[in-house]
């Protein structure tokens, strides 16, 4: 088992649609949770960061973690086509100074106009 | 623009070849992590580097090795070259207890 699960789709809605995505973790040392958003052939870009389970919105973007459930989400609302992208939930057990991100797979986003 | 830059961008070469990629992290941030990218394996962590010394290591083959100079940047050594090491490869870096931020990343082909 992975120690970071994704669906990694591909997912296609219309513009203007609320957007889910998820991953679920199987590490409970898991302590920080971040999203990337990684457009073709570019670096990841971070997009959410968050420690603590519940909610954290940044404009059209919510983060959600759920510790009990091990389960992250990613919320986009009024999605955009410049919101087409893949998108990847990292986590981060901090140890000692030693900060290894786990990927998961990535799902493939498009915002069809 | 992350702060982060990757030379080269593009590499190719052949199996059996030996070939360096090099990070510079963002103006501050004293780690540097390698990151390798491929269909099959999604973006996999290899090794991190703080201050010069080797923090955390992943699967990193035996036959790569990196290293962090006193000006903090850092180089990534691959040998002996396969056709399965084509992938991109990421630097990120961050400060101590700090995000992550990624760099454009080296797409190496090897033929």
Known sequence: ?113 | DSGVTQTPKHLITATGQRVTLRCSPRSGDLSVYWYQQSLDQGLQFLIQYYNGEERAKGNILERFSAQQFPDLHSELNLSSLELGDSALYFCASSGIWDTQYFGPGTRLTVL
């Open chain 1, 1 to 113: 088992q992975k120690e970071v699960e994704q669906d990694p789709g591909p997912l296609s809605v219309p513009e203007g649609a609320i957007v889910s995505l998820n991953c679920t973790y199987s590490n409970s040392a898991f302590q920080y949770f971040m999203w990337y958003r990684q457009y073709s052939r570019k670096g990841p870009e971070l997009l959410m960061y968050t420690y603590s389970s519940g909610n954290k919105e940044d404009g059209r973007f919510t983060a959600q973690v759920d510790k009990s459930s091990k389960y992250i989400s990613l919320f986009i609302r009024d999605s955009q086509p410049s919101d087409s992208a893949t998108y990847l939930c990292a986590i981060q057990a901090a140890s000692q100074g030693a900060q290894k991100l786990v990927f998961g797979q990535g799902t493939r986003l498009t915002i069809n106009p």
